[in-house]
């Protein structure tokens, strides 16, 4: 029998270590599930490092299933629910990763190891320091945690377990099929589409050829020898935040930064053959654009004979340029995604082409409308998610204790009679 001090104390520590660990991958998780599109992109880095080629959709579905796993795991370890189950689980996804955190680190074959999303960037060895941390802490709960006492009686967890699945599935699902409800990276709504570089910071691009490491600017970007790595602030740029071409090769930033009326880009980050099939809706969407007096511009992340191909086969009725592909994808998640910019310039919507529906366009009272029918850039259906969550947890935490409440009333009852 432990004395009391002794027994505080290791329900402290227990409880310190379920919440560092249990929030770590809660974060994590969330962030992979906010934005699986940024995680399929960085999960391909892995995989064309190690020269793997797996179809999208499965690794699609392991992104998702991972970022889901992970956030449940976390809320599992973090309420002490599923003593043993959620540790080892936890265990487990870290003996995969320590020594993966590890090779990276060693070798940089990615610029950092994704495990935040774009949320929280942090260099290799920073993150190979947190998963050492997270071992010895989760060493600690293999020992002590079924000691302490957790926030939901065991009858009752299959419901947090529950909703910790499904909470990071719809986030998923909505930012693969919308976009992500929360964006971290740049061009927001309401920031500027062509905003020009100031002294007060600007973004460049690291890009690796025969293990050579080089910083370009948009207006510089190197041939496709060269490999895209990663994305870093500067303190200075000149010019526009990415640069657009047209079939010359000649810059037309000045020239859609100029255009007076309101514009819906269609962003088309990967142009393919499995993209023809949409672009019949894409130039009916180009009519209905222009019947509400604003014009419609492609921008396609390919350039001389590959977009040239990719233009006779798809038969865009409204103007098509080029862009680097990296720089796309930093503005919109999806290979083809539409950015509603108004006559100032400002973007006020993005959206995936696929999931608009010119039928209930119609009924929105023009482009820019349409942000009603899905106002997932201002935010609140992420804030409605969250709260709906946080309170179904608390309803179950409160359920748990109903038995603790009944019995407490019925011993009042009992004295009173």
């Known amino acids: 029998m432990l004395p009391a001090n002794k027994v505080r104390l290791r329900t402290a520590a227990v409880w310190v270590a379920r919440l560092a660990v249990g929030l770590t991958f809660v974060v994590s998780g969330w962030a992979k599930a906010i934005d699986p599109w940024g995680f399929l992109i960085k999960v391909n880095e892995y995989l064309g490092v190690w020269g793997m080629e797996l179809p999208r959709e499965v690794v699609l579905t392991g992104c998702v299933g991972l970022a889901c796993v992970e956030f449940c795991t976390g809320i599992l370890v973090a309420t ?15 003996v995969f990763m320590l020594p993966l955190t ?8 990615v610029s950092d190891c994704g495990c935040f999303g774009d949320f929280l960037v942090i260099s290799n060895w920073a993150t190979f320091g947190k998963n050492v941390l997270l071992v010895l802490l989760i060493a600690l709960l293999c020992i002590y945690n079924r000691a302490v006492r957790g926030l939901y009686p065991a009858p009752i967890q299959w419901l947090v377990v529950v909703m910790s699945l499904a909470f990071p599935m719809f986030l998923a ?4 099929h ?24 600007g973004t460049t691009y690291i890009y690796e050829k025969d293990g050579e490491r080089r910083s370009f600017g948009l207006s510089e970007l190197p041939d496709s020898t060269w490999t895209f790595v990663d994305v870093e602030d500067t303190e ?23 255009m007076a009326t309101p514009v819906l880009y269609l962003i088309v980050t990967e142009p393919d053959v499995q993209f023809l099939s949409r672009m019949y809706f ?12 604003t014009a419609m511009v492609g921008i396609a992340g ?3 004979a590959r977009l040239d191909a990719w233009l006779e086969l798809a038969k865009p009725h409204f103007p098509v340029y080029s862009a680097e592909d990296t720089s796309l994808k930093q503005l919109v998640r999806g290979d083809a995604a539409l950015v509603y910019v108004d ?13 608009l529906d010119l039928d209930i366009a119609d009924n929105s009272g023009g482009v820019d409308g349409l942000a009603c029918v899905y106002p997932v850039d201002k935010g609140e259906i992420h804030a409605v998610a969250v709260g709906i969550y946080v309170l179904s947890l608390l309803v179950v935490y409160l359920l748990g204790l109903s038995p603790k409440i009944l019995r407490l009333f019925v011993r009042r009852n009992e004295k009173n009679a």
């Open 80 to 94: 002490g629910s599923l003593k043993r189950a959620a540790v080892w689980l936890a265990a487990a996804m870290m």
């Open 102 to 109: 590890l090779y990276i680190a060693l070798s940089d074959p």
């Open 173 to 176: 699902f909505a930012g693969y």
């Open 178 to 201: 919308v976009q992500p409800l929360v964006d971290f990276r740049p061009y927001k709504t309401g920031t500027s589409f062509f905003a020009e570089g100031t002294a007060d910071g």
């Open 236 to 258: 200075e740029t000149d010019g526009y935040g990415f640069e657009v071409r047209d079939a010359d090769g000649y810059d037309v930033n000045d020239e859609l930064a100029s």
């Open 282 to 293: 894409a130039n009916r969407l180009n009519e209905y654009a222009d019947r509400h007096g």
């Open 302 to 304: 390919a350039s001389g």
């Open 343 to 355: 006559a100032e310039g400002i973007i006020r919507w993005k959206r995936t082409l696929a999931s």
